[in-house]
């Protein structure tokens, strides 16, 4: 199965489709990865914070899948925002990755009480001078977040990956995006099973319609919307289902039917505030 390619503003391409693991345990990272690499995937997601950066490389490596044929992104977590925190942060994480460099470097949070994320911005800028990492970007930024870091740097994020779901869909944020040419990542595709996205009718029904699972009529939905999606399962069929998404396409009704579960006000948010995140 060949899953698309978007084409990041840094002249990268990123496979559309990912897998992500966010709390999967250090101890279980290898066999999750190994297993997902598997299925097919080849984009992982993974962080500093997560903790699990070498489980990530150790499957990696035992893979004997081609480094150019595979995207990994890692995070830059908020207490290495300042001063030589980012040069040092990243050479860590590629050490627990194995790697030369990474696909993707992306600023965590943007923390702001600390008002450091303009500072760490500029800090990834030059790593991927460097060639630590093939493209740079930001997670969790808000427009107010990207104005300041494009004014004081001029560099425009290759993506944002923000909680993105069709309960909360972040309207201004993929606006400012489009309107910028920087490419969104979501995260919490399924709602991190927090919201209750499964037994919308909009989903089931779609879902019934092309004989697929509610999570694979979700991921069609972001995936169609043109959203980069990495869901996280440490269930190997699971895993398998979120991949087999490329059989089947969403009408526009059933698209639109889906975007209309958003009930506009902010109430769909499952994650953390990036205002009030630490
Ligand atoms: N930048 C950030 O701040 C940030 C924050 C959070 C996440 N992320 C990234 O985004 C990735 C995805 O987000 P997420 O892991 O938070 O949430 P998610 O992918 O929306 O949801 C994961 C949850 O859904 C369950 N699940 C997965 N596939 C399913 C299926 N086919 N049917 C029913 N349930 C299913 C998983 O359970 P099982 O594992 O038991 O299958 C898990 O409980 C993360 O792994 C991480 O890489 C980034």
Not at 13 to 18: A, E, F, S, Y
Not at 172 to 187: F, K, R
Not at 221 to 231: A, D, K, S, T, Y
Not at 245 to 261: C, H, M, Q, R, Y
């Amino acid at each position: 199965m060949t899953v698309p390619s978007i084409t990041l503003s840094s002249g990268h391409d990123i496979p559309q489709l990912g897998f992500g693991v966010f709390l999967v345990p250090p101890a279980e990272a290898e066999k999750a990865v190994s297993e997902a690499l598997e299925v097919g995937y080849r984009h992982i997601d993974t962080a500093a914070i997560y903790g699990n950066e070498e489980g990530v490389g150790a499957a990696i490596a035992k893979s004997g899948i081609a480094r150019e044929d595979l995207f990994v992104t890692t995070k830059l977590w908020n207490d290495r925002q300042a001063g030589t925190g980012p040069d040092d942060a990243i050479r860590e994480s590629l050490d627990k990755l194995g790697l030369q460099y990474v696909d993707l470097y992306l600023t965590h949070w943007p923390a702001p009480k600390q008002d450091t994320y303009s500072h760490a911005w500029s800090k990834l800028i030059e790593i991927r001078d460097a060639g630590l990492t093939r493209s740079i970007g930001v997670s969790n930024h808000l427009p107010e977040h990207l104005d300041r870091i494009v004014k004081d740097t001029g560099e425009v994020p290759a993506v944002d990956q923000i909680e993105l779901h069709p309960a909360y869909q972040q309207a201004d944020v993929t606006a400012w995006a489009a309107e910028h040419g920087t490419a969104i990542e979501v995260w919490g595709p399924l709602g991190q099973g927090k919201y209750p996205l499964f037994e919308n009718p909009a989903v089931a029904a779609a879902a019934e319609a092309h004989g697929v699972s509610p999570a694979q009529a979700v991921i069609r939905w972001h995936l169609q919307r043109g959203f980069i999606v990495f869901p996280k399962s440490t269930r190997k069929e699971r895993m398998a289902e979120n991949f087999d998404v490329f059989g089947f396409e969403l009408s526009d009704a059933e698209v639109a039917a889906i975007d209309a579960i958003d009930p506009g006000d902010g109430s769909g948010r499952v994650g953390a505030h990036p205002l009030e995140k630490h």
